[in-house]
């Protein structure tokens, strides 16, 4: 398997315009994860999806931020409108939730810059 | 509510020394720990779980329950060993699993 692919890799994108990112996890995982990552707060969960049902959006900063997961081998993370302060990088992640012990694997990231 | 804490941001350390990086967490139910490494600019990758007692690249990491710590040790740091790592903590929600991360560590270790 090639992993989790995360598309743009890269995205500049003027203030107020609307960012998609894209996610396709691992064959086979039911558990799909967006995190933020930014030198101040670290890694932060945005929302989580068991089974392309949304189970814990609480890290979801704003209604600027929309999450969907239409299969179970893709999802989107939407901004709009999009921020400076919503630079970072986000990363999608996913893990099969079968057993106790399964490894949660990342992508490589989306680095979002917002000018 | 489940926490994870790593209180140094930095950890400077020269070749050969020993590493130990400090992860406290606090959690209601039976905690199951991880260690993830992240490489300069490049995917977090799972190094070591609680559960394996395993040893990766030369670093283990003991769940310490009455002290609610895993900290991660290496008895001599490598110039290779030079990256961000993240403790991290799962829990059960309702529907499945969720991974909650300190804040992460740097790990520079110096020639």
């Known amino acids: 398997d090639a992993g989790v692919i995360q598309s743009p890799r890269h995205e500049v994108t003027e203030m107020g315009q609307e960012v998609t990112l894209r996610c396709k996890p691992i064959s086979g995982h039911n558990s799909l994860f967006w995190y933020r990552q930014t030198m101040m707060r670290g890694l932060e969960l945005l929302i989580y999806f068991n089974n392309n049902v949304p189970i814990d959006d609480s890290g979801m900063p704003e209604d600027r931020f929309s999450a969907k997961m239409p299969n179970a081998s893709f999802s989107t993370l939407k901004i709009q409108p999009s921020e400076p302060r919503d630079s970072a990088v986000y990363f999608c992640?996913?893990?099969?939730?079968?057993?106790?012990?399964?490894?949660?694997?990342f992508g490589e990231g989306s680095w979002l810059t917002v000018v | 509510a489940q926490r994870v804490t790593q209180p140094e941001k930095l950890l400077s350390v020269f070749k050969g020394a020993p590493v130990e990086l400090k992860c406290n967490y606090s959690?209601?139910?039976?905690?199951?720990l991880f260690w993830y490494v992240q490489y300069s600019r490049q995917r977090l990758q799972l190094l070591l779980r609680?559960?394996s007692r395993e040893s990766i690249k030369g670093f283990t990491a003991d769940l310490n329950k009455g002290e609610t710590s895993f900290h991660l040790k290496k008895p001599f740091a490598q110039e290779e060993d030079s990256a961000m790592y993240y403790c991290?903590?799962?829990?059960?929600?309702?529907?499945?699993?969720?991974?909650?991360f300190g804040t992460g560590t740097q790990l520079k270790v110096e020639l």
């Open positions: 609680h559960i």
């Open positions: 959690y209601s139910g039976s905690p199951e």
């Open positions: 991290a903590l799962r829990t059960l929600t309702g529907g499945g699993n969720k991974l909650t």
């Open positions: 992640a996913s893990s099969y939730d079968g057993i106790s012990g399964n490894t949660i694997y």
